[in-house]
């Protein structure tokens, strides 16, 4: 591992090179690097530089109020936030929730991966993987792919689109919507509304197919360079159901060491702190979980699309399932370490939450109107998902008058926070090392962050100005080069 | 069936001004006009493009701090956009990026209304309230015509 990287032995003594903001990526967050003066690196740290304080403002308020409030930390995943505060209060009002609230909100959940899973591929990766790290600037974002891969950006807009319908017509809204409530959901899904998912789901499923093919065709093409970018071994936590299977709304928790060892299998998330504890670094706003049995040092895992693949025994539908074996056969049958990999294991989730999709609306129970229930209260609640990033921690702790008094959130880009770092560093030491700035170069930093699909705040945020604009400067102080970019996507020196 | 008249407010309902749009289309939803369908969303993405689509016109209204007058009616043509931010388009990205997939976009036309206030938390302004009630006035006038030269004329006296 290069975690020596983390922090500089003589830091006064090197030039500081920033990437701010990191770009397409949800929310803000820059990318600080301290080299000699012969360009080799000496510390790398990716920082989140904004600061999330919803933890301290439910305090107070009523516990029903939270899955609307903490909805409000995203505007991309806000559906997996709702669904684990949710999962949370559920416990709290002591309900079990009936089967057909259980069917409706893992439509809404599926709605949600498969909408963040497009966006995340199409607009914010496929420019890189399409144009090339170090191509065109100007080409690199979803414009560029509109223009020179029209199949490939309708493709996109189809699969991101019908998503949002999805989360729309079981919340109410596109984005921010109501549909799961403690103890259940507030609505269920008419006939129209089914038949009108209906009508489009198997061209959906066919266009996921067709983005699993492109990424498989993209990676294979260079497999070497894939497999090694930003590459290294890390252990991978997930949820998985009883028998193993991948399952994005409910599970035990399971981890895997680097080696592919089992360290803790089928836990139950409600004494999650007993498996993850958190360590807080000087340098940034985020925390660093850490898997204690493992210690601080090497404890660190990695969440997501390609954790929850390489953890789970099976995928329970079939075409996601067949494309998961040949993507195991690729990475010579077993767990994979490479961080590009993230990308292929996330369009397989994609074709798994569209192939689900088509069997919940085939269920009758979603026009079933037993869509709450309750039972005795408690005072703590711990709700988990796999949202589309990675596991998401919702734990809450009320009073006797129903009031919050303690939240924690760990979300996925926390747990993944150290493995970001890393693959910074695995890449600055891969292609910066002793090299000549470059955009090009240092957009392959930003590739490797990318792949995690890291959301960094809310991406509801206001959209200001946001100039990139990075310094090189020598050991004594003065600039040698210096490029920026401004909000109009131009570049000046 | 889709509505030949698609109207697209964008902005966030939390930030003072910026819900000119989406309370102007609350106040059009009144009116339960027939022909007329209405959309909103916090800010414009690709996938919108999708929305467009069967529509004999669209029009987008917008909150604007750079508008002159407390409102404008204008026509937007496709126009690519440099900004390098992949969280939001304008609405003439928007027409471009359709071109590129779909091909000719419907007649499109923009509101602009004009805020001052686009604070976290804070409600409409003073003035927004106003400009609100003026631009109403319009939007039902053009929402009640759909001869295209109606609403070039209604341009052209902008």
């Known amino acids: 591992m290069s975690s020596e990287l983390e922090t500089a032995a003589n830091p006064e003594n090197l030039k500081r090179v920033v990437i701010e903001p990191v770009t397409r990526v949800e929310g803000h967050g820059k990318v600080t690097l301290l080299l000699d003066d012969n360009n080799h690196v000496h510390q790398a740290r990716f920082h989140i530089v904004e600061f999330r304080g919803f933890e301290k403002f439910v305090q107070g308020r009523p516990f029903w109020e939270v899955p609307v409030m903490v909805q409000r930390l995203c505007g991309i995943c806000p559906v997996s936030h709702n669904l684990a505060a949710c999962k949370a209060m559920d416990m709290i009002i002591g309900a079990k929730i009936t089967p057909v609230a259980d069917k409706l909100r893992r439509l809404m959940h599926m709605g949600q991966i498969l909408q963040s899973h497009a966006l995340h591929f199409f607009h914010f990766s496929s420019p890189d993987l399409?144009?090339?790290?170090?191509?065109?600037?100007?080409?690199?974002?979803?414009?560029?792919?509109?223009?020179?891969?029209?199949?490939?950006?309708?493709?996109?807009?189809?699969?991101?689109?019908?998503?949002?319908?999805?989360?729309h017509l079981t919340t109410g809204k596109r984005v921010h919507g109501t549909g799961a409530i403690p103890g259940g959901v507030n609505k269920n899904l008419s006939l129209e509304e089914r038949d009108y998912l209906l009508k489009e789901i198997d061209q959906v499923i066919s266009l996921s197919q067709s983005a699993v093919e492109l990424i498989k065709t993209i990676y294979s093409a260079r497999t070497d360079f894939h497999n090694k970018f930003g590459s290294y071994r890390s252990s991978f936590m997930s949820l998985v159901r009883e028998n193993g299977a991948m399952d994005l709304y409910h599970g035990g928790l399971r981890a895997k060491d680097e080696f592919n060892q089992t360290i803790f299998d089928h836990i139950d998330y409600n004494q999650y702190w007993d498996y993850i504890h958190e360590e807080v670094k000087s340098w940034s706003y985020m925390k660093c979980p850490f898997i204690p049995s493992k210690g601080r040092k090497e404890g660190w895992y990695r969440v997501g699309p390609l954790a929850r693949v390489n953890n789970c025994d099976f995928i329970p539908t079939l075409l996601a399932e067949k494309e998961r074996k040949t993507f195991r056969e690729f990475c010579g049958g077993s767990a994979t370490q490479a961080t590009l990999a993230y990308h292929w294991a996330r369009m397989i989730e994609m074709l798994h939450a569209a192939e689900v999709i088509k069997e919940l609306l085939d269920d009758a129970d979603l026009q079933s109107d037993d869509l709450v229930s309750s039972g005795e209260r408690n005072l703590r609640g711990v709700g988990v998902i796999e949202a589309?990033?990675?596991?998401?921690?919702?734990?809450?702790?009320?009073?006797?008058?129903?009031q919050i008094v303690r939240a924690n959130l760990i979300v996925a880009t926390t747990h993944n926070n150290q493995a970001m770092n890393?693959?910074?560093?695995?890449?600055?030491?891969?292609?910066?090392?002793?090299?000549?700035?470059?955009?090009?170069?240092?957009?392959?930093?930003?590739?490797?962050?990318?792949?995690?699909?890291?959301?960094?705040?809310?991406?509801?945020?206001?959209?200001?100005?946001?100039?990139?604009?990075?310094?090189?400067?020598?050991?004594?102080?003065?600039?040698?080069?210096r490029l920026i970019k401004d909000s109009d996507g131009r570049y000046r020196i | 069936?889709?509505?030949?008249?698609?109207?697209?407010?964008?902005?966030?309902?939390?930030?003072?001004?910026?819900?000119?749009?989406?309370?102007?289309?609350?106040?059009?939803?009144?009116?339960?006009?027939?022909?007329?369908?209405?959309?909103?969303?916090?800010?414009?993405?690709?996938?919108h493009a999708l929305d467009l689509q069967g529509r004999?016109?669209?029009?987008?209204?917008?909150?604007?701090?750079?508008?002159?007058?407390?409102?404008?009616?204008?026509?937007?043509?496709?126009?690519?956009?440099?900004?390098?931010?992949?969280?939001?388009?304008?609405?003439?990205?928007l027409l471009y990026s359709y071109v590129q997939l779909y091909g000719d976009p419907p007649p499109t036309y923009?509101?602009?209304?004009r805020g001052e206030c686009f604070a976290l938390g804070e409600s409409l302004s003073a003035s927004a309230t106003i400009n609100l009630e003026a631009s109403f006035n319009l939007l039902q006038k053009i929402c009640s015509k759909t001869d295209l030269s109606v609403w070039e004329q209604f341009v052209i006296a902008q």
């Open chain 2, 56 to 93: 004999e016109r669209v029009l987008f209204i917008d909150a604007s701090v750079s508008c002159s007058k407390p409102y404008a009616f204008s026509r937007l043509y496709a126009q690519k956009d440099t900004s390098y931010t992949s969280h939001v388009m304008s609405p003439m990205a």
């Open chain 1, 422 to 481: 890393e693959a910074v560093r695995r890449v600055a030491l891969q292609y910066l090392d002793g090299q000549q700035i470059s955009e090009g170069l240092l957009n392959h930093i930003e590739v490797a962050i990318r792949a995690f699909d890291p959301c960094l705040s809310c991406a509801t945020h206001a959209i200001g100005k946001m100039p990139l604009e990075v310094e090189l400067i020598d050991a004594n102080g003065s600039q040698i080069q």
């Open chain 2, 1 to 47: 069936m889709t509505a030949s008249l698609l109207i697209f407010g964008y902005g966030n309902p939390s930030r003072g001004d910026d819900a000119l749009g989406p309370l102007l289309l609350e106040r059009l939803q009144e009116l339960d006009l027939p022909h007329v369908e209405i959309l909103t969303d916090f800010q414009l993405q690709v996938e």
């Open chain 1, 388 to 402: 589309p990033r990675g596991t998401l921690i919702h734990h809450y702790r009320i009073n006797e008058d129903e």
């Open chain 1, 130 to 167: 399409l144009f090339g790290f170090d191509s065109d600037i100007g080409k690199r974002n979803i414009t560029g792919i509109v223009e020179s891969y029209p199949d490939i950006a309708r493709q996109g807009v189809a699969l991101r689109k019908f998503g949002q319908e999805v989360i």
């Open chain 2, 110 to 113: 923009l509101l602009q209304v």
